[in-house]
């Protein structure tokens, strides 16, 4: 069975990261008061990558569901809501790092919690899919929230 079909990130200890994952940039969506910042999610777990686009209300609803079922992601250090300034470009550059830190941080400690769905198995092998990170959170699922009330995708 073949595993990886390009290389994928390596950890200090020289293995391969199981998942990968980042936010490259994010795109304004909607008008006026619907106006809003989209943050483009790329997953590559093995030899499967994705792309999905999300609200950081989405992100903070994830969290918030995530913790209470882990509660060793509650240490993770989540960005916070901000109540003036959060259209500002400088200040949405910073969420897209913090969140990105975030999303790195939570598949670390997922993966190497002992009642995490993904994490290893017994001799240390990622039994890791797109399905299995999907049904982990459904926020890391295609079309789940993918268009808002005015058809952007």
């Known amino acids: 069975m073949h595993l990886v079909s390009r290389p994928l990130g390596t950890?200090?200890?020289?293995?391969?990261?199981?998942v990968k994952i980042n936010?490259?940039?994010y795109v304004l969506r909607g008008?006026?008061?619907d106006e809003?910042?989209?943050f483009e999610v790329k997953i590559a777990v093995?030899?499967?990558?994705?792309?999905?686009f999300r609200r950081y209300s989405r992100f903070r609803e994830m969290h918030k569901s995530l913790k209470l079922k882990y509660p060793e992601l509650a240490a993770l250090e989540f960005p916070p809501k901000k109540l003036f300034g959060n259209r500002d470009?400088?200040?949405?550059a910073e969420r897209r790092n913090h969140l990105e830190r975030y999303l790195r941080n939570l598949f670390r400690v997922m993966l190497s919690s002992s009642g995490s769905p993904l994490r290893a198995d017994a001799d240390g092998g990622f039994l890791l899919t797109k399905h299995a990170v999907?049904?982990?959170s459904p926020f890391f699922k295609k079309g789940v929230f993918e268009y808002s009330s005015h058809g952007t995708g």
């Open 89 to 92: 470009e400088r200040m949405v």
């Open 11 to 18: 950890s200090s200890d020289g293995l391969q990261e199981p």
């Open 46 to 52: 093995m030899d499967e990558t994705w792309t999905v």
């Open 36 to 38: 809003h910042f989209e």
């Open 134 to 136: 999907c049904e982990f």
């Open 23 to 25: 936010i490259p940039r």
């Open 31 to 33: 008008q006026g008061k």
